[in-house]
């Protein structure tokens, strides 16, 4: 597909941040614009766009209910763009479905390399990984866990977290993130809900890694979630 084939939709309130974009992304891609929430959800269906470039602060809703509401129906990647650069922000916009977060101001050259990297990422054929670090290996395709060669026996849940970190690879999941791609919790989780994935998380550990309490594998990212270390 060639650059201006691809269409990159402009979510903002701003004239002068539309026009800038438009100015900035032009010249390679074909550059939609939208002004509210209501015309971003409109756009996404008529427009077709590959990439959406997102402002959480709309006039009529906020930026994380259009990414909520577009993630119903669709996995077009979103990025969003905001002057909020507190880290609960941008948790928040991660879980409600975004791809990635840019703080105001940004340069342009950021920007197209944040939007190229979404375009790969949803260009990557659907495969199911094969995860292998050290004594670890885990093949989704063949439901196989193995340590130093050996097959581990998990609940199904303990599963679907590693699982689910695997397809993520090297990305922090937030707490939030884990609990709905687990329990498809449609409600804000709980402390319980919380409490549920720790104590998995912990079982989990004990049974891949050599040092539960100094994991290599499953790290976690202090006030945030959990990673799956790749080096």
Do not use: C
């Amino acid at each position: 597909m060639s650059g201006t084939a691809i269409r990159i939709l402009v979510v903002d309130d701003e004239r002068p941040i539309r026009r800038f974009l438009n100015a900035s992304l032009g010249g390679q891609y074909t550059v939609l614009e939208a002004a509210t929430g209501e015309e971003a959800l409109k756009m996404a269906v008529s427009g077709r766009p590959d990439v959406i470039i997102l402002d959480l602060g709309l006039p009529d809703m906020d930026g994380l209910e259009v990414t909520r509401r577009l993630r119903e129906w669709t996995h077009i990647p979103i990025i969003i763009v905001s002057v909020r650069d507190q880290e609960e922000h941008k948790i928040a916009a991660l879980d409600a479905g975004a791809d990635d977060y840019l703080t105001k101001p940004f340069g342009v050259g950021e920007l197209t390399a944040r939007v190229r990297a979404a375009l790969r990422r949803s260009a990557a054929p659907e495969a199911e990984p094969v995860f292998q670090k050290d004594d670890l290996l885990v093949d989704l395709a063949r439901r196989n866990v193995l340590k130093q060669g050996q097959a581990v026996s998990l609940t199904p849940t303990e599963y679907d977290i590693l699982r689910t970190l695997v397809q993520h690879a090297g990305k922090v999941l937030t707490h939030e993130q884990l609990i709905r791609a687990i329990w498809g919790s449609e409600n804000m989780p709980g402390e319980q809900d919380a409490h549920l994935l720790r104590v998995n998380v912990s079982n989990l550990r004990r049974k891949i890694e050599a040092d539960p309490a100094r994991p290599r594998y499953i790290v976690t990212e202090p006030g945030v979630g959990y990673r799956l270390k790749t080096n």
